[in-house]
Every structure is written in C-alpha cells, then in structure tokens.
T-cell receptor
Framework: DGGITQSPKYLFRKEGQNVTLSCEQNLNHDAMYWYRQDPGQGLRLIYYSQIVNDFQKGDIAEGYSVSREKKESFPLTVTSAQKNPTAFYLC?????????????FGSGTQLSVL | AQSVTQLDSQVPVFEEAPVELRCNYSSSVSVYLFWYVQYPNQGLQLLLKYLSGSTLVKGINGFEAEFNKSQTSFHLRKPSVHISDTAEYFCAVSALRPGGYNKLIFGAGTRLAVHP
C-alpha cells in the first residue's frame, strides 16, 4: 500500500517536553514538507527538504527541528521553545520541486498540550 | 511575494444546489493555481489545478474552476452538491520561479457545509 504514514494520530505534550512526529513515505518522492494547520489560518510551512541530508526553514520554523537522514523519513521535533504547539500537523511529499507538481498529504497528527 | 485570499470562511448550502467558493490571488509573476479538499481529520487531496491553456479546469467529484487573469481569481464551482462534499476547501498558488524553490501558498480555507 503506497502512501504517506504519519504517526501518532494524536499526541499530547507536557510543558517543557520535546515531542517527535513521524512521517514515512514509500512513494519514492524527493521532496518532503511539514505544515502546521490552525483553524481559520490555512496551512503554514514549517520546514521542507528537497533531498536527503538537506532541509530548509519555512515560514514558521522557530521552536521546531527536523532531520532527513533517509529519503523515506522526515521526522519533526516540536521543542519546548515552541510555546503554542497545539495544532494539526501535516506531512506532505512531492515528486520534485517544480511549481506545477501536486503535493501528496499524510492524514495528520493532532498535537495538544496537557 | 504571492498571497491567496479565500473570501468566505464558511459556505452553507442545501443538497443539490449549486455552489461557488471564491479565491483571489496576488502575484507579480505568473502562477500555477490549485484547489485542495480536506475531509474531517484527514490530509488534503488535490481537486484540480490550472497550469496553462484553457481557463476552465475540470477536476474530480464534478468540481470545476475558472482562471480569470484580469480579476486574479480562481473560483471553484459545482452545479449540484452532495452531502459528501461537506469538507474544507483550500485554494493555493505557486509562483513560476526558475531555479528556485517554488513554495505553495495556501489560503485560509472555506468550510463547505451541505445540508439535506
């Protein structure tokens, strides 16, 4: 079954704790992305990676970190520096980085603060 | 820089009625335009996209959109909606920027609620 797997589906974070959201893909796509979704604000780009061992900050990278050690995996860590982490997090992939290619999305992780 | 404005945050409509979800964009360069749909607690999936050519674009599930360059709009339409069309719809724009990263900018979304 091809696609993008995000886990866990629901995640709770205690104050001062770092948490990691998993994103795995078997689509053989080069580019991977993390978006944050808040009600009424659409999707905002956190980090993106166009190739293994390389990643770039998006519009709201503060308080987040990523790694891209394998083509299939692009985990996102929400650090204690992110003061308002409650949101729906979406991982996406794209075959390349040209502007006309569509994004494929995972089913998301809902992160809440205890 | 590019931006996207979805003019309605919520659109209620009765089943089998027509619907139009409005999207306006701004950009100093040529763009590609997209509509994505998100069902509850799921990721987004592509409905349709405009790259070039005919300004009327047909997508999945009976949706279509019309690109209007002079009005910088890309409104989404469906002639007869079903209960199953209840979802959030996102308009997005990606600039043609050769050699650089082509970021996809999303609008804030329009929640379509179809009532029986």
């Amino acid at each position: 079954d091809g696609g993008i797997t995000q886990s866990p589906k629901y995640l709770f974070r205690k104050e001062g704790q770092n948490v990691t959201l998993s994103c795995e893909q078997n689509l053989n796509h080069d580019a991977m992305y993390w978006y944050r979704q808040d009600p009424g604000q659409g999707l905002r780009l956190i980090y993106y990676s166009q190739i293994v061992n390389d990643f770039q900050k998006g519009d709201i990278a503060e308080g987040y970190s990523v790694s891209r050690e394998k083509k299939e995996s692009f985990p996102l860590t929400v650090t204690s520096a992110q003061k308002n982490p409650t949101a729906f997090y979406l991982c996406a992939t794209r075959t390349g980085v040209t502007a006309n290619e569509k994004l494929f999305f995972g089913s998301g992780t809902q992160l809440s603060v205890l | 820089a590019q931006s996207v404005t979805q003019l309605d945050s919520q659109v209620p409509v009765f089943e089998e009625a027509p619907v139009e979800l409005r999207c306006n964009y701004s950009s100093s360069v040529s763009v590609y335009l997209f509509w994505y749909v998100q069902y509850p607690n799921q990721g987004l999936q592509l409905l349709l996209k405009y790259l070039s050519g005919s300004t009327l674009v047909k997508g999945i599930n009976g949706f279509e959109a019309e690109f209007n360059k002079s009005q910088t709009s890309f409104h989404l339409r469906k002639p007869s909606v079903h209960i199953s069309d209840t979802a959030e719809y996102f308009c997005a724009v990606s600039a043609l920027r050769p050699g650089g990263y082509n970021k996809l900018i999303f609008g804030a979304g329009t929640r379509l609620a179809v009532h029986p």
